[in-house]
T-cell receptor, first 110, second 117 residues
Framework: GENVEQHPSTLSVQEGDSAVIKCTYS??????FPWYKQELGKGPQLIID?????GEKKDQRIAVTLNKTAKHFSLHITETQPEDSAVYFC?????????FGKGTRLSVIA | EAGVAQSPRYKIIEKRQSVAFWCNPI?????LYWYQQILGQGPKLLIQ????????DSQLPKDRFSAERLKGVDSTLKIQPAKLEDSAVYLC???????????????FGPGTRLTVT
């Protein structure tokens, strides 16, 4: 079955800097790659996703890139703000079910 | 649009007791999922329903876990008897049938934090 590895497990950045989180997946048939943000005491919130027929997608300060050949995808957050502090999860699937990485705890230091 | 609702938000039980969790998905979403999230890990799928039928329950420990979605809307997840290793957050998610949204996008509820002592 699918296996998703996520790095780093923790990331601290200064406010205004960029943050990059990387994931690799094992099943070349996976075609959907969402990113979720989870704040303390809340459920995961979908922040951006990408499908296998697209190499990059951007939404304001957030972007995701996908390299199907290397089977890895990345989340890029620019101009980080304190409210970006949370745990971020990547996932991969062939529609369903989602297989999640172990998460990255992002801390944005003001 | 109202999100996925779950209750209770917190539950503390002793091992060998039983517990039940309730989920109400986003209106019109045909697909409902239950995930288990152990502290420090990503969510892991337990069971997936399409309307009131089970699509995938391959990772559900069926000797102690059961789930149902009788009328294709609300769902309950039950654990009986609970073990210490069942301590986790139980998340419910839903996604549309595709007629009014993306098949792919899953929306999560706030979760139920279960502590087994």
């Amino acid at each position: 079955g699918e296996n998703v590895e996520q790095h780093p497990s923790t990331l601290s950045v200064q406010e205004g800097d960029s943050a990059v989180i990387k994931c690799t997946y094992s099943d070349s048939a996976s075609n959907y790659f969402p990113w979720y943000k989870q704040e303390l005491g809340k459920g995961p919130q979908l922040i951006i996703d990408i499908r296998s027929n697209v190499g990059e997608k951007k939404d304001q300060r957030i972007a995701v890139t996908l390299n199907k050949t290397a089977k890895h995808f990345s989340l890029h957050i620019t101009e980080t703000q304190p409210e970006d502090s949370a745990v971020y999860f990547c996932a991969a699937s062939i529609i369903t079910p989602l297989v999640f990485g172990k998460g990255t705890r992002l801390s944005v230091i003001a | 649009e109202a999100g996925v609702a779950q209750s209770p938000r917190y539950k503390i039980i002793e091992k060998r007791q039983s517990v039940a969790f309730w989920c109400n998905p986003i209106s019109g979403h045909a697909t409902l999922y239950w995930y288990q999230q152990i502290l420090g890990q990503g969510p892991k799928l337990l069971i997936q329903f399409q309307n009131n039928g089970v699509v995938d329950d391959s990772q559900l420990p069926k000797d102690r876990f059961s789930a149902e979605r009788l009328k294709g809307v609300d769902s309950t997840l039950k654990i009986q008897p609970a073990k210490l290793e069942d301590s986790a957050v139980y998340l419910c998610a839903s996604s549309s049938s595709g007629t009014s949204g993306s098949l792919y996008e899953q929306y999560f509820g706030p979760g139920t934090r279960l502590t087994v002592t």
